[in-house]
């Protein structure tokens, strides 16, 4: 049984803006991410 994991945007896919590194954590596989300050990012 694998255990679910997510991606850690504060140390994973640095690279990208917030919304880049959603879709590239996706598409490495992730169905879920964590972000420690998602409201500094204007919507």
Do not use: D, W
């Not at 990208?16 to 300050?37: D, M, N, Q, T």
Request: aromatic fraction near 14%; glycine fraction near 6%.
């Amino acid at each position: 049984m694998m255990i679910p994991c997510s991606a850690n945007l504060g140390y994973l896919f640095t690279e990208y803006s917030l919304p880049g590194a959603i879709r590239e954590s996706a598409k490495a596989g992730f169905k879920a991410v964590e972000c420690h300050f998602p409201y500094q990012v204007p919507v």
